[in-house]
């Protein structure tokens, strides 16, 4: 299984500063002949479902604030959070998907500071 | 709009089964599979396994092999995850997530509410 690792665990930022989140993955989920990152990110507030972010590594899903981007290529990716605000605490969450079984990484709680 | 909307709440004993339903709105459901991912207490997420409400394949976790069975019921959108011979590792909440309908590996654009399931004696 293609394992993926999230830093940090947890971060605080503060309110309209910038917040990044790493994930990397064990093995490349890029599919070179679709030129394609098998990545997504999710967001998850208390006591609701992970919702969708980004996916291929960097298509924002629709309806999602542009102060969300995502990068990166290969096994290193990136999600950034261009100016934090307060509905924005939440655990986020990197998932592979190039190979079966889809993975997750372990999460990143991010908190205003 | 796309909706899944799960059952209910369940407590359970060890060793006794579960069955979560997702009953899907808003879009064709043969043209997507469905995807469950449990969340422990506290924890991550961990896929389960796929089904495809396309042609009925299936995919599970190798860990779940032989305790999971997922299933669709077409003509009511919906579909079915059980499992089996419960242990307490299995207490979390429950989700299905639409995923693609020929891989079972692909992002989740739509997830359902969550299912809590508690097993204890």
């Known amino acids: 299984d293609i394992v993926m690792t999230q830093s940090p665990d947890s971060l605080a930022v503060s309110l309209g500063e910038r917040a990044t989140i790493n994930c990397k993955s064990s093995?490349?989920?890029?599919?070179?002949?679709?030129?394609?990152?098998?990545l997504a990110w999710y967001q998850q507030k208390p006591g609701q479902p992970p919702k969708l972010l980004i996916y291929w590594a960097s298509t924002r899903e629709s309806g999602v604030p542009d102060r969300f981007s995502g990068s990166g290529s290969g096994t290193d990716f990136t999600l950034t959070i261009s100016s934090l605000q307060a509905e924005d605490v939440a655990v986020y969450y990197c998932q592979q998907y190039h190979r079966t079984p889809p993975t997750f990484g372990q999460g990143t709680k991010v908190e205003i500071k | 709009q796309v909706q899944l909307v799960q059952s209910g709440v369940e407590v359970k004993k060890p060793g006794a089964s579960v069955k979560v339903s997702c009953k899907a709105s808003g879009y064709t459901f043969t043209t997507y599979g469905i995807s469950w991912v449990r969340q422990a207490p506290g924890q991550g997420l961990e896929w389960m396994g796929w089904i495809s409400a396309y042609n009925g394949n299936t995919n599970y976790a190798q860990k779940l092999q032989g305790r999971v069975t997922m299933t669709t019921d077409t003509s009511t959108s919906t579909a079915y995850m059980d499992l089996r011979s419960l242990r307490s590792d299995d207490t979390a909440v429950y989700y299905c997530a639409r995923g693609d309908y020929g891989d079972p590996s692909r992002y989740f654009d739509y997830w359902g509410q969550g299912t809590l399931v508690t097993v204890s004696s």
């Open positions: 093995q490349s989920v890029l599919y070179s002949s679709k030129k394609k990152n098998y």
